[in-house]
């Protein structure tokens, strides 16, 4: 059963930088694309960005493209999110989860992990 | 981008009722649709893909249809771990974009 756990979560300043890894399990990891989805307070699901499974290619929301990478480590079963240049917007539950598919196509999110809490405040 | 408008943004019923839940998209998007369920500090669940399919171990009582632009998201008869935000999500086309949500509440 695939199981994702996100970590790294934490209290920031604005400007500074951050790292969210995700731990999965219980499925191929290295065979699919992987995302990053965030909820600020109060508000709707947002998609933040997705990397194919074997980690060649990237696509951001346009709300981090630039401040955000994406990346994952197939030999750890682990995805990352590296967000720098933080905003207060940019305060937010961030779940990691598994896409649907298995090729260059993104068909959304089939398994989430629990969330991890990033705020940003001075 | 492709815009996800969904409505209501928020509905009150009763267990046993029939909620009825819409999504319009600004652009074709075939049928490359997906609807979760949240519920406050738990993971989104995916619930439907490709409009209409349901996701395995999802009960029958939750239906989707549509097609191109509109696409509509029905509990048939509303038990009471239904109550939760639903969402739409398009995947024809990157950025993914989610709709705003509907608040299903207990009236």
């Known amino acids: 059963q695939a199981q994702l756990v996100e970590s790294g979560g934490g209290v920031v300043q604005p400007e500074r930088s951050l790292r969210l890894s995700c731990a999965a399990s219980?499925?191929?990891?290295?065979?699919?694309?992987m995302h990053w989805v965030r909820q600020a307070p109060g508000k709707g699901l947002e998609w933040v960005a997705v990397?194919?499974?074997?980690?060649?290619?990237?696509h951001y929301g346009n709300s981090v493209m630039g401040r955000f990478t994406i990346s994952r480590d197939n030999s750890k079963n682990t995805l990352y999110l590296q967000m720098n240049s933080l905003r207060p917007e940019d305060t937010a539950v961030y779940y990691c989860?598994?896409?649907?598919?298995?090729?260059?196509?993104?068909?959304?999110?089939?398994?989430w992990g629990q969330g991890t809490t990033v705020i940003v405040s001075s | 981008d492709i815009q996800m408008t969904q409505s209501p943004s928020s509905l009150s019923a009763s267990v046993g009722d029939r909620v009825t839940i819409t999504c319009q998209a600004s652009?074709?998007?075939?049928?490359?649709l997906n609807w979760y369920q949240h519920k406050p500090g738990k993971a989104p669940k995916l619930l439907m893909y490709d409009a209409s399919i349901l996701e395995g171990g999802v009960p029958s009582r939750f239906s989707g249809s549509g097609s191109g632009t509109d696409f509509t998201f029905t509990i048939s008869s509303l038990q009471p771990e239904d109550f939760a935000t639903y969402y739409c999500q398009q995947y024809d086309n990157l950025p993914l974009t989610f709709g705003g949500g509907t608040k299903v509440q207990i009236k």
């Open positions: 989860a598994k896409d649907r598919g298995a090729s260059y196509f993104f068909y959304g999110m089939e398994v």
């Open positions: 219980g499925f191929t990891f290295s065979s699919y694309g």
């Open positions: 652009q074709d998007i075939r049928n490359y």
């Open positions: 990397t194919s499974y074997d980690g060649t290619r990237k």
